[in-house]
């Protein structure tokens, strides 16, 4: 037992009866697993090519936290909207923003997502409500809680969604955000992904509170801790919190306890000075990929057929997606210069 | 045409805007209940209701970051500071988030949004509610900086600003509030960028902005009295600069003194100077001199405030300075 699980307390949703695919449309069952694996095998090919210096700045990859992102997606509305940190290529894939624009945005192409002006922190993709791509810790929980003001002020049934990272809730913007949401009773869930470390710094380390959804007591609002590796467990607790939202018009914060495995970016260790490689491999047990597909066979929702047509599947879109970017132009010299103000 | 205050003509363009535009809406400490801390505000809660008057808590980070979520989101938010001095808490709302979200979304996302409220010194108040912060935003790409110095420059430059779609600092006067003017009523707005001759003049140009401007002109009064004749010529908007009014001005007069109220390092008049000389380099006949406030935090002994402070007597001596006549 890790000294977080031993202090932090707060009851784990996820934890259920022997049959949590039962009901379960095969279908869309095959569809979350198939949503999960695109994000690892699209976050390998990121790696790899950031390695082969195709890709450039800070890479933060999302292998570990699938579940978190696809269980979200799949529990949401098309005119929902989202923001996120800039750990966001797995959300932004799993809210159907096409492979090829993300990787070409990667790449710094004219045909990325944000044109190549924004890279791997800054995805962006508004027809599908994908409003960023933020890069100080922190500082887009406000955007999200202003995001929830309009669809509140047009009287609108869309929730505001955004992700987060633990260590973002010891910054005061994550205060002065969910207290607003609350005393103004928006339509908004905040995202919490714990996945334990903020960059190379423990939670222990840094909070004094190590239960991040009891941090919600302090704004009378709902709160969930939700096992981040089972991506059912995710999605049910999304769904509750955006019916509360859309039916009540209230906030709340979800701690979604997750793991992150790889380095905090691509330029630094998976393991060493803050966390040992036996942890990391302890965690790399819970994959929720390995999980569910496990969970989908045990229920005969997949065969062997199925996952290796899965896999080649997913393997194509990648390639696919690896050689769009390759192959697209770079931005125009004179885009240096084009979105700096709005012409009305 | 009617006289009104500066806090007036603001009230006036803030209630006509909120009357055009049903996206339109305030928010800031003391906005709607309180009728505003220093009365900009005045009954509009009444008329448009507290979704569109918005009474935050003591927040400006956490505010003005709801301001940019809710333009991300379709709305154009006019976010009071209620002064400028407090919005530093909410620098990284302004330069990381407003300022290039439309940029690093490739232009998908634009970003109507006026942030609002008074600064340069009032009286007496000491280091951390006297400063004059528009150098500060005025070197970011993507933000507009407006400051006007007149109750018809203010309404007509807030509602052209309202309607920019793009993040606008609007830097109001905490010593102009109670001045008055004529205001044109109804539908009056003045372009972003363009500068304004406040005083014709032959023989040494006075660039001034805010505040400065009335010192300007009351210096000009001064050295009308010599026989000289100052021209003022007042940005309005400090970015875009209308340098061509600027450098125009200079080429007619010859010689250039540039007023402001910040610190002299790196303030928008040393920015101003540099396109003077770009521009006018042939027709300087001195260098340039600049009168700014003092190069140290604001003290809160009177005579010693007063000493910090650009006037009229100290603009007066540049110009004489410039026109070899001290």
Redesign the interface.
């Known amino acids: 037992m890790t000294p977080r699980e031993s202090k932090s307390g707060g009851r784990v949703s996820g934890a259920r009866a022997a049959s949590p695919l039962a009901g379960e449309d095969p279908v869309a069952a095959r569809r979350l697993l198939r949503d999960m694996l695109l994000i690892r095998r699209f976050e390998e090919r990121a790696g790899e090519q950031y390695a082969l210096g195709r890709i450039g700045g800070f890479c933060h990859l999302y292998i570990g936290q699938e579940a978190v992102a696809v269980g979200t997606m799949a529990a949401l509305g098309t005119d929902d909207?989202i923001?996120c940190s800039y750990r966001e290529h797995g959300q932004a894939l799993a809210r159907g923003v096409s492979s090829r624009a993300i990787m070409a945005e990667l790449f710094g192409k004219a045909t990325?997502?944000?044109?190549?002006?924004?890279g791997s922190m800054?995805i962006?993709?508004?027809e599908k409500g994908f409003?960023?791509?933020?890069?100080?810790v922190g500082?887009?929980?406000?955007?999200?809680?202003?995001?929830?003001?309009?669809?509140?002020?047009?009287e609108g049934r869309q929730v505001?969604v955004g992700f987060f990272g633990e260590a973002a809730v010891n910054n005061?913007?994550f205060?002065?955000?969910l207290?607003?949401a609350a005393?103004w009773k928006l339509p908004a869930i905040y995202i919490c992904e714990n996945n334990r470390y903020g960059m190379g710094t423990a939670l222990e380390r840094a909070a004094a509170l190590w239960n991040v959804a009891a941090r919600a007591c302090s704004y009378d609002m709902p709160a969930e801790t939700v096992d981040g590796m089972d991506v059912l467990a995710v999605r049910e607790a999304v769904s509750r919190a955006a019916a509360r939202a859309r039916d009540k018009r209230l906030p709340t914060l979800l701690e979604i306890r997750t793991y992150r495995f790889m380095g905090h970016s691509m330029s630094d260790p998976i393991h060493g000075h803050y966390r040992t490689k036996e942890e990391v491999e302890q965690q790399k047990l819970r994959d929720p990929i390995v999980t569910f597909r496990r969970q989908l066979e045990e229920v005969r929702m997949l065969d062997d057929e199925q996952w290796q047509a899965m896999e080649s599947d997913v393997a194509a879109e990648v390639e696919d997606a690896v050689r769009f970017a390759d192959e697209s132009p770079e931005p125009e010299p004179g885009e240096l210069h084009?979105?700096?103000?709005?012409g009305? | 045409m009617p006289t009104l205050t500066y806090r007036d003509a603001l009230n006036q363009a803030l209630r006509e805007e909120m009357r055009r535009d049903g996206r339109v809406?305030l928010m800031g400490e003391e906005v709607g209940v309180y009728q505003g801390a220093y009365k900009v505000s005045r009954g509009l809660l009444e008329e448009f209701g507290p979704?569109?008057v918005v009474d935050?808590?003591i927040?400006e980070?956490?505010?003005?970051?709801?301001?940019?979520?809710?333009?991300?989101?379709?709305?154009v938010?006019v976010v009071e500071f209620m002064t400028w001095n407090f919005a530093l808490l909410a620098l990284?709302?302004i330069v990381?988030?407003a300022a290039k979200?439309?940029?690093?979304?490739?232009?998908?996302?634009?970003?109507?949004i006026v942030f609002r409220g008074p600064g340069g010194a009032a009286l007496q108040l000491a280091s951390q509610h006297s400063q004059a912060f528009e150098s500060f935003v005025a070197n970011v790409?993507?933000l507009?900086v407006v400051m006007p110095a007149t109750p018809a420059d203010a309404k007509g430059l807030l509602k052209s600003a309202i309607?920019?779609?793009?993040p606008v600092v609007f830097i109001e006067g905490e010593m102009l509030y109670n001045t008055k003017g004529e205001v044109p009523e109804g539908e009056y707005t003045i372009p972003l960028g363009v500068a304004d001759v406040k005083r014709a003049g032959k023989d040494v140009t006075i660039v001034a902005h805010a505040r400065m401007v009335s010192v300007a002109l009351k210096a000009a009064d001064e050295l009308a009295k010599d026989g000289i004749e100052a021209e003022v010529v007042d940005p309005r908007t400090i970015r875009p600069l209308d340098v061509a009014t600027i450098a125009a001005s200079v080429r007619r007069t010859n010689r250039c003194v540039i007023v402001e109220e910040g610190w002299p390092f790196a303030g928008v008049g040393a920015q101003f100077a540099y396109d003077v000389q770009r521009e006018a380099f042939d027709h300087l006949d001195a260098p340039i001199i600049r009168v700014t406030g003092a190069d140290a935090p604001m003290p809160y002994n009177k005579s010693l405030e007063k000493a910090a402070k650009p006037d009229a007597a100290k603009v007066a001596a540049a110009c004489r300075q410039v026109l070899y006549r001290d």
């Open positions: 909207l923001m990325g997502c944000s044109g190549g002006k924004g800054h962006f993709d508004a409003l960023g791509g933020h890069g100080i500082g887009h929980i406000p955007l999200i809680t202003g995001a929830a003001f309009a669809i509140k002020y047009r505001a005061g913007a205060h002065e955000a207290n607003m005393l084009t979105h700096i103000y709005s009305r | 809406f979704m569109r935050t808590p927040t980070l956490g505010f003005a970051g709801v301001g940019v979520g809710a333009a991300m989101a379709g709305l938010p990284d709302q990381n988030s979200m439309l940029y690093m979304s490739g232009g998908q996302v634009k970003m109507p790409p993507g507009k309607r920019d779609g793009n």
